[in-house]
């Protein structure tokens, strides 16, 4: 098993649509938690960083759950311009920083 | 901010030469730095974790030898791909966490990426 997976999609969503992405990790002791959005041949961009206690960012919301060991990542009111795929990013390793990506899920918002 | 600079952009070279890839971090001190390897529709995969006066931590199945990682001041590390092989094409790209100690910190910052393709 993958220490951390996701859908990879594609997702082809017209504009305006809430679209939702989830992601799992294996490992129980992770610490930190991310959504990066990577264009193509470009480096990924920190989208948002994800608590506990779930965050909000304008259109972007993020939720934690540690007892089922996923995240989520959920954009409203899609724009042409989320098109791009979203990587989810695990801190598994206390003290050490070790960032392990899950394998990105692709949006594609559709004029 | 944290900005990561990666030079250079495009790497095309011969089989069998040497390709070394430059990573800063301008506006702020990394101790660490990691070094990631991208083949297309792929994701980012961890080749090694770069510290500052000492040697790399190279992960499982990345040969040390052929990937040589230099991090010789707390701004800039250095990834040079040995007698590069066609097998060797990818998008190698390298990041730092943010400074300081609170919450950037725990964030990791990219350089560009380096697009190499070997003929």
């Known amino acids: 098993r993958k220490e951390v997976e996701q859908d990879p999609g594609p997702f082809n969503v017209p504009e305006g649509a809430t679209v939702a992405f989830n992601c799992t990790y294996s490992?129980?002791?992770?610490?930190?938690f991310f959504w990066y959005r990577q264009d193509c041949r470009k480096e990924p961009k920190l989208l948002m960083s994800?608590?506990?206690s779930g965050n909000e960012d304008g259109r972007f919301t993020a939720q934690l759950n540690r007892a089922s060991q996923y995240i989520s990542l959920l954009i409203r009111d899609s724009k042409l311009s989320d098109s791009a795929t979203y990587l989810c990013?695990?801190?598994?390793?206390?003290?050490?920083?070790?960032?392990?990506f899950g394998t990105g899920t692709r949006l594609k918002v559709l004029a | 901010g944290a900005v990561v600079s990666q030079h250079p952009s495009r790497v095309i070279c011969k089989s069998g030469t040497s390709v070394k890839i430059e990573c800063r971090s301008l506006?702020?001190?990394?101790?660490?730095m990691f070094w990631y390897r991208q083949f297309p529709k792929q994701s980012l995969m961890l080749m090694a974790t770069?510290?500052?006066?000492?040697?790399?931590?190279?992960e499982q199945g990345v040969e040390k030898d052929k990937f040589l990682i230099n991090h010789a001041s707390l701004t800039l590390s250095t990834l040079t791909v040995t007698s590069a092989h066609p097998e060797d094409s990818s998008f190698y790209i390298c990041?730092?966490?943010?400074?300081?100690?609170?919450?950037?910190?725990?964030?990791?910052?990219f350089g560009s990426g380096t697009q190499l393709s070997v003929l």
């Open positions: 990041s730092a966490r943010g400074p300081g100690q609170g919450k950037l910190n725990e964030k990791l910052f």
């Open positions: 490992n129980s002791a992770s610490q930190s």
């Open positions: 994800v608590y506990s």
């Open positions: 990013v695990v801190n598994t390793a206390s003290g050490t920083y070790k960032y392990i």
């Open positions: 506006d702020f001190q990394a101790t660490t």
């Open positions: 770069s510290n500052e006066g000492s040697k790399a931590t190279y």
